[in-house]
T-cell receptor, first 112, second 116 residues
Framework: RKEVEQDPGPFNVPEGATVAFNCTYSNSASQSFFWYRQDCRKEPKLLMSVYSSGNEDGRFTAQLNRASQYISLLIRDSKLSDSATYLCVVNGRSNAGNMLTFGGGTRLMVKP | GAGVSQSPSNKVTEKGKDVELRCDPISGHTALYWYRQSLGQGLEFLIYFQGNSAPDKSGLPSDRFSAERTGGSVSTLTIQRTQQEDSAVYLC??????????????FGQGTRLTVV
């Protein structure tokens, strides 16, 4: 089992739709969680951190479920500019110490 | 301040030649990661440094790949006897690392390697 798993998609949604991505992680000792965004031919950049109580940033909501070991990202009122790959990232103690592990990414395509 | 810097930004090399890719992390960042990404594919983890040591090098695809980090700063990724399947974008990222939690990683813009 991969340490961080995501559905690769693509998720094809119309403008204005609400879309949600899930990500599961295997290391129960993980403490920090992030969502990154990667545009085509660009490097990944931090979208938002994920806090235990859940957090919201405009149209984006991130949630953490420790019991089931998954995090989610909800995007409301999708825009064309939201089209990108969304990467789930987990930072947790392992044999390699405090190391970030990236999921394979979920591709989102927002259509007019 | 300066972000993660990678050089060269583009490299075209002939099959069988050796190449060196360089990463200058953000000053003070102890954790450094190398990934590669083929066109349309996800990130493929290569190696992780904490300081000068590499506690996880499990992602290096073959013994033609090696990486080092000196002075807890600059890292070089070396690919010997390059093959066409090595063509990809090689991304470096750094983060404060150590015992600190909730610290994000910052990526460089990558080196696009083309083996002809």
């Amino acid at each position: 089992r991969k340490e961080v798993e995501q559905d690769p998609g693509p998720f094809n949604v119309p403008e204005g739709a609400t879309v949600a991505f899930n990500c599961t992680y295997s290391n129960s000792a993980s403490q920090s969680f992030f969502w990154y965004r990667q545009d085509c031919r660009k490097e990944p950049k931090l979208l938002m951190s994920v806090y235990s109580s859940g957090n919201e940033d405009g149209r984006f909501t991130a949630q953490l479920n420790r019991a089931s070991q998954y995090i989610s990202l909800l995007i409301r009122d999708s825009k064309l500019s939201d089209s990108a790959t969304y990467l789930c990232v987990v930072n947790g103690r392992s044999n390699a110490g405090n190391m970030l592990t990236f999921g394979g990414g979920t591709r989102l395509m927002v259509k007019p | 301040g300066a972000g993660v810097s990678q050089s060269p930004s583009n490299k075209v090399t002939e099959k069988g030649k050796d190449v060196e890719l360089r990463c200058d992390p953000i000053s003070g960042h102890t954790a450094l990661y190398w990934y590669r990404q083929s066109l349309g594919q996800g990130l493929e983890f290569l190696i992780y440094f904490q300081g000068n040591s590499a506690p996880d090098k499990s992602g290096l695809p073959s013994d033609r790949f090696s990486a080092e980090r000196t002075g807890g700063s600059v890292s070089t990724l070396t690919i010997q006897r390059t093959q066409q399947e090595d063509s990809a974008v090689y991304l470096c990222a750094s983060s404060p690392g150590g015992g600190r939690w909730n610290t994000e990683a910052f990526f460089g813009q990558g080196t696009r390697l083309t083996v002809v």
